[in-house]
């Protein structure tokens, strides 16, 4: 007799590429985004860049995570992966007009204007993982 962790292997991949892909998509679409090179600046040693990059993926990967908690198929990992992915690309865009100057300062390594976004995009992931919980994933 198979084990029952072995028969549940292929679903358990399939989530877990699905929750890759969907965090690719999304580094992909918040980088092309942004006016400058994330990694850039990242590897010259830019903390600001390399903390508002982290907070853009942690608010996103934390409701992708509670997804992949919660549903029992890849379909709905990628129906709740793409509204995460819109909640926090909403965040970044009300983030760039609340601060104007957001990309020169990050740019200009400016930490204290990097964590407040940060912030902001982790908290509004919480949030928004929040609200998945309440909702029915069946």
């Not at 983030?95 to 902001?120: D, Y």
Request: proline fraction near 3%.
């Amino acid at each position: 007799m198979i084990p029952n962790y072995l028969t549940e292997l292929p679903q358990f991949l399939a989530l877990l590429g699905m929750g890759v892909l969907l965090l690719g998509v999304f580094y992909s679409l918040y980088t092309f985004l942004t006016p400058h090179s994330e990694l850039a600046l990242i590897f010259e040693g830019n903390t600001a860049a390399a903390i508002m990059l982290a907070g853009a993926m942690l608010g996103f990967a934390l409701p992708v995570a509670v997804s992949l908690a919660h549903s029992s198929s890849v379909m709905a990992l990628a129906q709740w992966g793409a509204s995460a992915m819109v909640v926090q690309l909403a965040a970044y865009a009300a983030l760039r007009l609340l601060h104007r100057g957001l990309h020169t300062a990050i740019e200009q390594n400016r930490v204290s204007i990097a964590l407040w976004a940060a912030t902001m995009s982790l908290a509004l992931g919480m949030l928004n993982a929040g609200a998945q919980l309440a909702m029915d994933y069946r």
